[in-house]
Each structure stands twice: as structure tokens, then as C-alpha cells.
């Protein structure tokens, strides 16, 4: 098939959703998806056989669920409006407020609203475990949730708590973060119903300690047997599930720098490598930079000046023509592409067990001009 597209494996999809299925029911915990590491709808099918449920932090999103994935969402979004807070409650099962100014300026449309949605409060116990500070909702000032001293008792009518305080994080990270909660949120654990414990939870990453986290999620829940404890990871879902195929299409030396130039852009189809920023696996490069070897920069296609990452050494010099395969990019970076330029995005494929591979999407100009529109 014709570069650039997007990969996505369904063995490597199931593959993720057994092992997150068997953490559920090891820990006896729910545990839904974020779409916003993952929205690829005409993936649903699959995630609907596991019973996978989803959070929403837009109404885009709860609509997506409750289409795609037949489910009402637990929902959180940083404010709510006049004009969402009706149409977030027809499509929720739990709704979580940032504020208790938030929460009391809609109660009386959330009571009166039937069926009855779950009310929660975001909570933030400031502890601290991510070291991208673009990442980080426990870092000083955070707009994310009540700290300990604004929440010494609860509003009447919250049925639950949220604290969300990873990112790509492991077992031991969420052990510190639960440290925290129980010392400065403990004396309102008895009386919530629930506790969804957010998202960051890597716990299909190749050394994740899986034992642990069960462990650790059994403990809290034989402290707190009146609560419902509710995980929502985005990446551990389509964690090394998809990839990006690209192609060499041009080779520029400035200052001794050999650029490859891709047919993807990195600031429009990979914009997580230049934010967070991380250098991708490239499949056919060496492991480890050697210049003693073809070392490149991979370049973009579009005009903005940093839109390169490197470096990457290969056991032969590049040329154009030569595929370049980009490892691990279904998790955040569909859901975060974008059109600048006017580049067309990357088409999307799905290839099934039996290795067929089935095209969900091809991108035209039509797309960037209704984006416009």
C-alpha cells in the first residue's frame, strides 16, 4: 500500500485487551477507555466483545461512546456550561465536577434530571509523579481538582471521588499517588461510592508489574469495601498496537547534517514527539546511534522549521524510495493530528487476525476543506 498510512493490529489490540480484562477481574476493579489516547471508532467491534466501557471529557467523545461503543460514559470535563450540562447528563452514568462551585451551580438541573447520573468531585492530592510538566496535574497551580484543604467535608449529593495523577505511569507511581489520597482525602473515602482512580495506568508495557498493581488495588478495596474503584487508561489500551509507514521521499545536508525527508509530517501526524518530546522507534534503524554509520535526522513535510526529530543510524546509506516504518503510534497520536499546511492526513488501516488488511480511511481534500468550512 501506498505511503503514509496508519497500521493498527488486531492480535496486538486483543492482546492488550485480554491482559486488561484479567487485571479487572484479578483486582475485581472496573476499568474503561480514554478516547482520548484512542477514538479509531471502526476499532469498537472488537473493544465492544471485551465489554469495554468509556470515559468522556467532551461531548464529542460520550457521543462517540454511546454510539460506537453502546455505553454511557463516567464523565469529567474541566467545566461544564449552560449549554452542555443537559446534553453531558442524557449521555452519562457518572459525572464529575472540577469544583464544588461547579457542582453546586448545576445540582439542582443534575437532581432533576431522570434517570439519575452519579455525582463526583476531582480531587488533587498534589503528589507529584510525572516529570513532563505538560503532563503533570498534581504540578503548583494546577486548574485540576480540590486540594485537601478546600474539601474537609462533602456536598450533599456527591456519590463519588476522582483524582487523576499519571501519565504512562507504572504500579508503584499509582502507590504513591494512593499514599496521598488516603492521608489528605481518607476521612471521605467511607462515605463516596466510588473512587475512579483516572488514567496514566501503563500496565500493558512490557516490564509493568501487573502482580503488583492487583496486589495493590485488592488492599485498597479490602480497606474500602463501599466503594466501586474505577481505572480509565488511555495508552494501555493501544499501547504497541499500530504503527506509521512512511517513506524517504527526499535527502537534504546542511552543516553536515544529513536530513531524511518523510512523507509525514512529525508536527501534524506525531505531534507528541515534539511536545512531550520522544524520539520514536524507527523498525529499520540500529538500536543505538553510531557515526560510524548512515546517521540521519528524520525530517517532515511541512514548513515548520523544527518539524525534524533525530538521530537515527542505519547499517545502509538511505535513499528516496526506502520505507520507513515509525513504531508504537496508534495510542495519542491519531487523536491528535492535525491538517496545518493543508497535509493530508495519513490513511488508516486495520489488519485482522487473519492478516488481511482492511482500509477504514483515506484522507482527501475534501476533509481539510469542510475543517474550514
Given amino acids: 500500500m501506498q505511503t503514509p498510512y496508519y497500521i493498527v493490529y488486531e492480535d496486538r489490540l486483543r492482546r492488550n485487551l485480554d491482559l486488561i480484562t484479567d487485571v479487572a477481574r484479578q483486582a475485581e476493579v472496573t476499568i474503561i477507555m480514554a478516547f482520548k489516547a484512542n477514538a479509531l471508532w471502526k476499532t469498537f467491534p472488537v473493544f465492544r ?18 454510539e460506537e461503543l453502546r455505553c454511557l460514559t463516567h464523565t469529567y470535563c474541566p467545566v461544564y456550561t449552560e449549554q452542555t ?25 443534575v437532581q432533576a434530571h431522570k434517570p439519575k447520573v452519579s455525582c463526583g468531585l476531582r480531587i488533587n492530592p498534589m503528589c507529584s509523579v510525572i516529570d513532563t510538566a505538560i503532563y503533570d496535574p498534581s504540578a503548583p497551580g494546577s486548574r485540576f481538582g480540590i486540594v485537601a484543604q478546600d474539601l474537609p467535608e462533602l456536598p450533599q449529593g456527591i456519590e463519588g471521588l476522582h483524582f487523576h495523577a499519571l501519565c504512562e505511569g507504572n504500579s508503584h507511581d499509582l502507590e504513591k499517588v494512593l499514599q496521598a489520597v488516603e492521608q489528605q482525602f481518607g476521612h471521605l473515602l467511607p462515605h463516596v461510592k466510588w473512587l475512579n482512580m483516572g488514567g496514566g495506568h501503563l500496565m500493558t508495557q512490557k516490564d509493568y508489574d501487573t502482580t503488583h498493581l492487583i496486589a495493590l488495588l485488592r488492599d485498597f478495596r479490602n480497606r474500602y469495601p463501599n466503594l466501586q474503584v474505577i481505572l480509565e487508561p488511555g495508552s494501555a489500551f493501544c499501547w504497541q498496537t499500530g504503527d506509521l509507514e512512511a517513506s524517504v521521499v527526499d535527502i537534504v545536508t546542511n552543516s553536515g547534517i544529513k536530513t531524511a525527508i518523510l512523507d509525514v509530517s512529525f508536527a501534524c501526524h506525531m505531534p507528541d514527539c515534539l511536545e512531550m518530546p520522544y524520539k520514536p522507534v524507527i523498525k529499520q534503524a540500529l538500536d543505538d546511534v553510531d557515526t560510524t554509520k548512515p546517521t540521519y535526522r528524520m525530517g517532515g513535510n511541512s514548513c515548520l522549521s523544527g518539524d525534524f526529530v533525530g538521530d537515527w543510524s542505519f547499517e545502509h546509506e538511505l535513499k528516496v524510495g526506502d520505507r520507513i516504518t515509525l513504531l508504537d503510534m496508534n495510542h495519542y497520536t491519531t487523536v491528535k493530528t492535525n491538517m496545518f499546511n493543508g497535509i493530508s492526513h495519513p490513511a488508516i488501516v486495520f489488519q485482522q487476525l487473519d492478516g488481511t488488511q482492511q482500509l477504514l480511511r483515506r484522507f482527501t481534500y475534501r476533509d481539510y476543506k469542510r475543517r474550514m468550512d
Fill in 85 to 109: 450540562i443537559r446534553p453531558f447528563l442524557r449521555g452519562s452514568s457518572h459525572i464529575t465536577f472540577n469544583s464544588v462551585e461547579q457542582f453546586l451551580r448545576f445540582k439542582p438541573i
Fill in 49 to 66: 466483545e471485551y465489554g469495554i466501557h468509556a470515559t468522556a471529557s467532551s461531548l464529542n467523545e460520550m457521543r462517540l461512546a454511546n
